[in-house]
Nanobody
Framework: QVQLVESGGGLVQAGGSLRLSCAAS????????MGWFRQAPGKDREFVAA????????AYADSVKGRFTISRDNAKNTVYLQMNSLKPEDTAAYYC???????????????WGQGTQVTVSS
């Protein structure tokens, strides 16, 4: 059983930056592809970004390409999401995920974190 704990959310003005972190425990971190999903009020949970176990492959939603960067530190069992040029439409709860491979749909995620709120004011 893998536990995922997110941190780093908060309130930021449009155009600003935040870095989310996700600490993993209870499993072999480097065996899993890691990712981030988000869910805004009244909307479905959606894919944001993912990274392979080695860090050699990444994937991004079109809406965040060029603004967000996912990375991981296997020595620290941590995955990061650097978010730049934030927009009000990025406001959502952000969830850290773990899966056997890079996945972009919620049903393929094996483990979920509890979420961290990101609010971008205009």
């Amino acid at each position: 059983q893998v536990q995922l704990v997110e941190s780093g959310g908060g309130l930021v003005q449009a155009g600003g930056s935040l870095r989310l972190s996700c600490a993993a425990s209870g499993g072999v971190f480097r065996r899993y592809a890691m990712g981030w999903f988000r869910q805004a009020p009244g909307k479905d949970r959606e894919f944001v970004a993912a990274i392979s176990w080695s860090g050699g492959s990444t994937a991004y939603a079109d809406s965040v390409k060029g603004r967000f960067t996912i990375s991981r530190d296997n020595a620290k069992n941590t995955v990061y999401l650097q978010m730049n040029s934030l927009k009000p439409e990025d406001t959502a709860a952000y969830y850290c995920t773990a899966a056997q491979t890079i996945v972009v749909i919620t049903t393929a995620v094996r483990y979920w974190g509890q979420g961290t709120q990101v609010t971008v004011s205009s």
